[in-house]
């Protein structure tokens, strides 16, 4: 059974760093892309990035690229997203997804909330 | 940013009624070689968003097939042929053909 989980989420200061973590079961992880979506309090969807299936080379929404980066680690079978920086407007659900004909699988997200 | 608006924002039905949610992008979502990456998601309360159709029109793994997805170019459709309870929650189409990736704004089904 294909297992996604994140963690690494809570409260955080505007202007600090932050490095969520999301450890993959259920499938060969090196295999895959591997992706990052984010969700408003709102409800709003956003992408985040993506990450090639052996770290190469990595996609980001181009307002967020200058403070959040896409890792991951294939021997833990672990993505990372290192957030710095943070924003009011960064607080959101966090999730990662595999990348197969969309986003298949997803995570049950981790919440971060940017607050003094 | 391509942009993807869905009607409606809600929807409310019976038990057995067909319904169907739109999807309109700003653009073509066709790319050069043909192909169309646009998908549909469901995300049930309090749940992750979860894959129903893929490539506009194939079903994901383990979806009824009550669920089917339809549409070219700049305007797709999800229709559910006879809701059940179980439909209820918030659909979300998503195009994956022009980067950034996006997300529609989502379509909240309601059971009456």
């Known amino acids: 059974e294909v297992q996604l989980v994140e963690s690494g989420g809570g409260l955080v200061q505007p202007g600090a760093s932050l490095k969520l973590s999301c450890v993959a079961s259920?499938?060969?992880?090196?295999?895959?892309?591997m992706s990052w979506v984010r969700q408003t309090p709102g409800k709003t969807m956003e992408w985040i990035g993506d990450i090639k299936y052996d770290g190469s080379y990595t996609n980001y929404a181009p307002s967020l690229k200058n403070r959040f980066t896409i890792s991951r680690d294939n021997a833990k079978s672990t993505l990372y997203l290192q957030m710095s920086n943070v924003r009011s407007e960064d607080t959101a659900t966090y999730y990662c997804?595999?990348?197969?004909?969309?986003?298949?699988?997803w995570g049950q997200g981790v919440m971060v909330t940017v607050s003094s | 940013d391509v942009v993807l608006t869905q009607t409606p924002s809600t929807l409310s039905a019976t038990i057995g009624q067909s319904v169907s949610i739109s999807c309109r992008s700003s653009?073509?979502?066709?790319?050069?070689?043909?192909?169309?990456?646009l998908y549909w998601y469901l995300q049930r309360p309090g749940q992750s968003p979860q894959l129903l159709i893929y490539l506009v029109s194939n079903l994901g793994s383990g979806v009824p097939n009550r669920f089917s997805g339809s549409g070219s170019g700049t305007d797709f459709t999800l229709k559910i042929s006879g809701v059940e309870a179980e439909d209820l929650g918030v659909y979300y189409c998503?195009?994956?053909?022009?980067?950034?990736?996006?997300f529609g704004s989502g379509t909240k089904l309601e059971i009456k």
């Open positions: 653009q073509s979502l066709l790319d050069s070689a043909g192909n169309t990456y």
């Open positions: 998503m195009q994956a053909t022009h980067a950034p990736l996006t």
């Open positions: 259920g499938f060969t992880f090196s295999d895959y892309w």
């Open positions: 997804t595999r990348i197969r004909r969309g986003c298949d699988y």
